[in-house]
DNA sequence: GTCTATACGGCGATAGAC
DNA sequence: GTCTATCGCCGTATAGAC
């Protein structure tokens, strides 16, 4: 066997600084661009450093996702603390912030061949969407009927349709876009009732 | 200016070759593995040669991408002639397509930071959802009230549910989706109602 | 524990010979 | 129409200095 390879600890600043550069160069520039010279540079640091903490690029990549991952947790339950009548609603504009599904279709394009990130991709996923459940199917019984959807449909509906929109406008399509997204509120409207007077058109 | 560089015909045979085989590798192994020399060995030329017919990468990429393109937009107009009277339901069917996803896949992932590749997709899909517009805005009046849906709105949510099933399951995700195909299913059996029985469940 | 230096084979791309 | 040589960048591995 090999000699064991030494790896930095994660408690390190360094490791955390990279970590914020690679996540910038990600959206900035796609994760094709987050390379160990090119991170290096970026950060005033060798390459030889950046491997020392990320021995595989792939680790590298599974730190960020799962550090994004479990920032996002942590919004989505302050969101859900502070406004506790309205779960459809947060899980909605949780699952329409730009930032985040930006980052998850690199990943998930990182993921389509790669089995380490494709599995903590995963993960994090599981993770998010049964956080959102629990709460969805704590409040299930005080709306009306569904016709049918159970709430595991109808959470996939409130993440899948904003992340599809992004996804399309990422690549410069909208057809039908607004009209989707007005459909849904509408209806989200009536489930979730706000107290403040709607926008005017 | 540069020399003006020499590229093979798109009449050759070798070239259409290459293009049979990088569909083949993409599919089996990614876009990743499309490589001058690992798509040169696998059919039998040289690196060289398959520079020759593609002089960037982002070439064959585009030229596969619109050929895959023409072939789904000639089979979607085959199945709509076989069966005008459900054009909500081949749209459906079509976007359910295994290969045609995964492809597409790809090619979204591909496009994230590669703007010749991201006009070529946006070009695609804009042709294709405006073949299926051109359909359904045809029988638009012989279903019954969308709930405000337009016919765009509709589309996109015909298109996008299945698109982004198939994104989950890619990483193995799966929560909800059996209900969610259920729930549009039962849908398009009352818009376009089958001829044949209901299977049993 | 942190960090540097160096080497290897594979990659996309170019230029030009047969 | 086909193929070779070459360039600079890539991930990765290793050996060793502070």
């Known amino acids: 066997m090999a000699t064991p390879r030494r790896v930095g600890a994660e408690t390190s600043e360094t490791r955390a600084l990279l970590l ?8 900035e520039e796609g994760y094709a661009a987050v390379t160990y010279r090119g991170l290096a540079s970026r950060a005033g640091v060798t390459g030889g450093l950046v491997q ?5 690029l792939d680790d590298l990549f599974v730190a960020l996702l799962q550090r994004r991952s479990e920032r996002n947790i942590e919004r989505l339950q302050a969101a859900l ?4 009548d309205e779960p459809l609603r947060i ?3 949780f699952s329409s912030d730009e930032t985040s599904a930006a980052l998850l279709t690199e990943f998930i394009a990182l993921a389509n061949h790669r089995k380490t ?5 995963l993960d994090v996923i599981k993770r998010t969407r049964s956080a959102q459940l629990q709460v969805l199917k704590q409040r299930w019984d005080e709306y009306p009927a569904m016709d049918g959807l159970s709430p595991e449909a109808l959470l996939f509906l409130l ?3 904003p992340k599809m929109v992004l996804l399309e406008e990422a690549v410069g399509m909208s057809s039908g876009h607004r009209d989707v997204l007005r459909f849904v509120e509408e209806r989200l409207d009536t489930l979730e009732p706000r107290r403040k007077p709607a926008r005017r058109p």
Request: aromatic share 14%; net charge negative; proline share 7%.
């Open 159 to 161: 993440h899948g349709i």
């Open 52 to 56: 020392y903490y990320f021995p595989v």
């Open 91 to 93: 899980v909605w504009e």
């Open 81 to 84: 603390e502070l406004r506790p």
């Open 117 to 121: 990130i494709r599995a903590a991709i």
């Open 20 to 27: 914020d550069r690679a996540e910038e160069l990600m959206l």
